[in-house]
């Protein structure tokens, strides 16, 4: 039985078993390769349509330091952890809602991840890259 709404979903190439792989189950070269082929376009263009003159050519530090693919990272702004990132929204209301509404679910989609849940706190979302004001937040 094929369950659609299933998490993880396979986005990744195929494995030893015949099947695509999920982002939990790719190696970090396969990540990689996944993430310059399937991420980084997609980011690429979204923020490339949103501040053309700013993005004009995005790459991995968009969202990495050099040599640091760990997620969340202290190399992107840390967030203030409040309900509903009230700060964030009064201090850059633009970019915090093409986050959420766009980017959030774009990159969810794209690693085959489960959007984030207010309700059970799981799942991919604002902290899956971003840090909290003392650390990862929503065991991120």
Sequence with gaps: MICWGCYPKAVGPVGPEGTRLTWTEMDFAQR?????KEVLPRAAALFGSWRPERFAEVDCSLCHAPGNFEMPTADLPRLSGKLLLGPEFAKHPETTRLKLDRLVPM??????????SVVTRNGFGCYSCHLGPNGPVFKN
């Design 32 to 36: 990689k390769v996944h993430m310059r």
């Design 107 to 116: 990159m969810a989609e794209a690693l085959g991840l489960k959007p984030f």
